[in-house]
């Protein structure tokens, strides 16, 4: 299968002035994006007015960050980004700042400028905007497993518990003192043996019940599918710590589910540099994080954002 995707199905490799297109040194599926540094230079300059608290007051001076980029990447940017993620083969890149700047404002810019050109971020509840920051520490007194560095994160898809298409996300690695492991850890649908066996399960269909904990701040009680089919290829929508199965049959299926996920040879690690992103597409790929090696002054710090596609 790695094979034929690298000789076959890689059509978006390129080599623009603005950028260039390869795939992924660490996960075949990916691509990696690499802007030109005078690109990254002229982005940060010429949007230096834009500020957190801009990009948060005001929705349309996000969309100009993605103007922006654009115009200076140049023809053919964000036909690429969107192509890629909407792409079953791929569904996802990785892109940075090139170590331009490790301010996590410009990190702010940047990320906005990305994630405005695949479409428009759902408002992230815990925030209240449309980004969210959280960082991950020795010590963590919440109720879920976002922040608690020593446990696995396991796989799952984004906005379970919203009622809102989640069509995509973006994870940028904002800031990282003193920090082993803590790798996200990612799996495509297609990659994993076991699709065939828990997508066509009686269950798979089922309306499970997904609610959150309090600091999410929804309140919502949502019934969501676990598998369902999105351009006539199977789709996943699943978090172990926020469904409420009816049933011990439907236990026993969700945790033998989870567990076939951990455990599939295809679910791999990506290491992120500070300043560098993710974006993949949340329908068909998988994300968690490798537990951290304990670390009093362990400190990480990422933003995410979470969204629908542009329809224009
Ligand atoms: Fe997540």
Redesign the pocket.
Known sequence: MSTLILEKKRPFIQNQPGFKISTHPEHDRLYHIQLDDAVVAEFFQATTDAMPQRLQYVPYARLLMSHKLNEIAGEGFAEALRGIVNDRESGGFTIGVQNQTSNPDDFVRFGTAISHLIGIPNLDAMTGTFYARFTVKDTDSSDSYLRQAYRLFTL?T?GTFVDEPTDW?LMMKMQEQHAKGGESRILHLDDWEDLEKFSRHPLATYKMTYKSPPSKNVEQVIQRQTFYTRNNKPCMCFIDQFAHPETMEQAVYLSEMSGSLENSPATKAMPLPIGDLIVLNNHFWM?GRAPFEKNPELFRELMRQRGVFATT
């Open positions: 799952h984004d996300l994300h």
